[in-house]
């Protein structure tokens, strides 16, 4: 028996690796696809503390090592239920079965995509999912914000600040958010609203220099050129394998401050957990508190 | 008037910078007295995601480099108060006042020293406040571990996985630690104490090779030979110039996950908040989600 399985390899995975395993636990990690997580289709990142320019594979692997300096155990297995039996948990994968005193999960998030020609592509350089991490690389330019919900006029305010022009794209006539949101949006002379319409293809050469919208109403098509597309149109969160822990109505994982969750000896953190912020920078600090809870929870036990 | 003043220029303050910088916010950064914080003090640095091994100035460094090439402004000054006007906040220095619209406090906190000789020679090369940070760098050896309250147990305890042999020293003649705690290190082998005793000095040449001891009750002395000396006596929070925002027991103050506290428009982040674990990888998390709600509240002004 395992003290402790970390299911996911991405930021919090590592940390909780790095923070379990210098705390002596006997730790496996679980990950479904590859180390790295989300982070890992970043071409540059600015905002980890730490490193002033970095891209999400080479963070990833420096957290990687950092973690295998220390003794990390890795098994790729994609997990498919996590069982309380009280002092023992059962972690089941596609390659067998796992038992362990405590689980953190750290299986993470991953934007909705649009699944349009140019999205895949041009991911990280030039199609972005979160204005706070690559708006700051747009200054000056035009891109396009798509949705309308909450999230996406917020985002697009937040853009509006340091890029030339929003290009606001929403398949309905009105928007989702706020009223006071909307109205910012409204007044601000750098975003414009391309109602009824969607996005058909993201084109450009080595970079992004236009999308293609449809309007829903009449089928009409315009190009609308831009150098950069942010998407706004919801957070799918990596927790369908656990149904024993209370969570959001988005599916997120609830937590306490010390990344407990409703479950005795199991605990959340980065991206998967409901939370204000998503970034490597959270993902560290929650993770860092999970592993310690952890362990906490491990020697309570004995 | 600027709109965000950041106090303190540790891990969470550099953090909260390049993160409303990378906003576009117009940041002024007051510390008192240099660049760093409390882990500029120690040689080695294991646990911070993406550095395998570093000094606590060098990292703080390059967070400071980070920040400044958003364009950080520094300003050494002392705080002696934040007054909250509504929507004006100020900040008043022992250099003058400043006037912005949000403040993140992240002004930290420092351990209770013991006072005694050899302390400060050895902090962060034999002498520590953290055993989450440094247990690891202990390994196999022996330690002195001193105080008896409920963090003193819980850290011995830690600790005694780790190192060969943990000597408690308490200056009473029973622990102030939780019941089960305390049954747990009574049943150790690895912890022995040393009842009614205070360290006196903290010995060695290069590196600290013995605590000497003094009973309180009859003055007796002897010398302890230890390779380490873990002190938690207590961690006095850097917050006494502010007394409007709500607090702890302890001087910490309170916020909730937005990094809010109870004044509209004053964040904190990092050591100074009442939270369950203080590390550099903490004070990066809470400082990403402080910047980020500073932001939003700076913006649900206009």
Redesign the interface.
Same mark, same amino acid.
């Given at each position: 028996m395992k003290d402790l399985i970390i299911i996911g390899a991405g930021?919090a995975g +590592?940390?909780a690796a790095?923070?379990s395993l210098? !705390? $002596?636990l006997d730790v496996l990690m679980l990950e479904k696809t590859g180390p790295g997580g989300q982070i890992a289709l970043s071409d540059v990142i *600015?905002?980890?503390?730490?490193?002033?320019e970095i891209s999400g594979v080479e &963070?990833m692997q420096? +957290?990687e090592? $950092?973690a295998k300096?220390f003794g990390l155990v890795m098994e790729s297995a994609e997990v498919t239920a996590v069982e309380d039996h009280g002092e023992k948990k059962i972690v089941k994968t596609t390659s067998g079965d796992h038992e362990c005193k405590a689980v953190i999960i750290c299986s993470g998030a991953k934007p909705r995509k649009l699944g349009v020609p140019g999205e895949q592509e041009f991911t990280g350089r030039g199609v972005s999912y979160c204005a706070?991490c690559d708006? +700051?690389f747009f200054k000056g330019k035009d891109v396009a914000s798509v949705g309308g919900g909450d999230t996406a006029v917020?985002e697009s305010?937040?853009l509006s600040?340091?890029v030339n022009r929003v290009e606001v794209v929403h398949r309905r006539d009105a928007l989702r958010a706020e009223k006071?949101i909307q109205e910012?949006a409204f007044a601000s002379p750098a975003i414009n609203f391309n109602w009824d319409s969607v996005v058909t293809s993201i084109n450009g050469e080595n970079s992004v220099e236009s999308v293609t919208l449809k309007n829903v109403k009449d089928d009409s098509e315009k190009e609308l050129p831009v150098q950069g597309v942010f998407v706004f149109v919801g957070i799918l969160p990596n927790t369908d394998f656990i149904n024993i822990v209370e969570k959001d109505e988005g599916g997120f994982i609830k937590a306490n401050?010390?990344m407990e969750t409703s479950v005795p000896g199991l605990f959340v953190a980065g991206d998967a957990r409901v @939370?204000? &912020?998503r970034?490597v #920078? @959270? #993902?560290?600090?929650?993770? #860092?508190?999970a592993a @310690?809870?952890a362990? !906490?929870y491990i *020697?309570?036990l *004995?």
């Open positions: 930021p +590592f940390t790095i923070y210098r !705390a $002596q *600015e905002n980890y503390p730490g490193y002033s &963070l420096k +957290f090592e $950092q300096k706070t708006a +700051f917020k305010l937040f600040k340091m006071i910012k401050d010390k @939370t204000p &912020l970034q #920078a @959270t #993902a560290v600090g929650d993770a #860092a508190i @310690t809870s362990e !906490a *020697e309570s *004995e």
